[in-house]
């Protein structure tokens, strides 16, 4: 077989040229990175995975005509192959590791002083939720998911999905007025002065 002929069964098989596959790459390594910080501070771990997860996709031939959500697919397959390496690790850790959600530097730049301030709180509030409530916040509003594709990856269904997020917005609505009450009595306190 001819490299022209391996190229075009290639294209066949993946749906994808090797251009396309690279862009594939080029537009998910930032967002599966992120992602990966969420299971792990080892960055050689989540880069080792995200390339071992391509490399995958390339030996397997994975045909992604037929993949309604190449984004979901990739984060499904992201999180169990690195699921799978922290169990097979020294320590077989169980995941404990929290969600840090971090807004972009392009977001901060474009970000009036008041904009930034909400990012802050919001960060802060969402680093505190419970581990389960972060990851679909985190699937849902910073990667446009939907519950059923959040419930593939996560592993439930989409009612609890559902249920999960509402949770963590009514939590987070709590801690926003409890907040907002703070900074009015101490606003009060200091026009009393």
């Known amino acids: 077989m001819t490299e022209k002929?391996?190229?075009?069964?290639?294209?066949?098989?993946?749906?994808?040229?090797?251009?396309?596959?690279?862009?594939?790459?080029?537009?998910?390594?930032?967002?599966?990175?992120?992602y990966g910080?969420?299971?792990?501070?080892?960055?050689?771990?989540?880069?080792?995975?995200?390339?071992?997860l391509f490399i995958y996709l390339i030996e397997k031939e994975i045909n992604f005509k037929h993949i309604k959500n190449v984004k979901a697919y990739l984060i499904t397959a992201f999180r169990r192959r690195i699921l799978e390496k922290k169990q097979q690790g020294p320590t077989k850790a169980v995941i404990d590791d929290p969600i840090n959600i971090h807004f972009s530097a392009e977001d901060l730049?474009?970000?009036?002083?008041?904009?930034?301030?909400?990012?802050?709180?919001l960060k802060t509030h969402l680093n505190n939720l419970p581990w389960r409530q972060k990851e679909a916040i985190y699937l849902k509003f910073f990667n446009d998911l939907s519950a059923k594709e959040i419930g593939d990856i996560m592993g439930i269904?989409?009612?609890?999905?559902?249920n999960t997020v509402y949770k963590a917005i009514k939590k987070l609505k709590e801690i926003s007025l409890k907040s907002v009450i703070i900074l009015m009595v101490n606003m009060v306190h200091l026009l009393n002065f």
């Open 5 to 34: 002929d391996n190229h075009k069964l290639k294209k066949q098989v993946l749906g994808l040229e090797q251009e396309e596959f690279n862009q594939l790459f080029l537009v998910n390594h930032a967002m599966l990175y992120h």
């Open 37 to 52: 910080k969420s299971f792990s501070t080892n960055e050689q771990l989540i880069e080792d995975t995200i390339q071992e």
């Open 109 to 121: 730049l474009i970000e009036n002083e008041e904009s930034s301030q909400r990012h802050n709180f």
């Open 157 to 162: 269904t989409t009612q609890v999905v559902s």
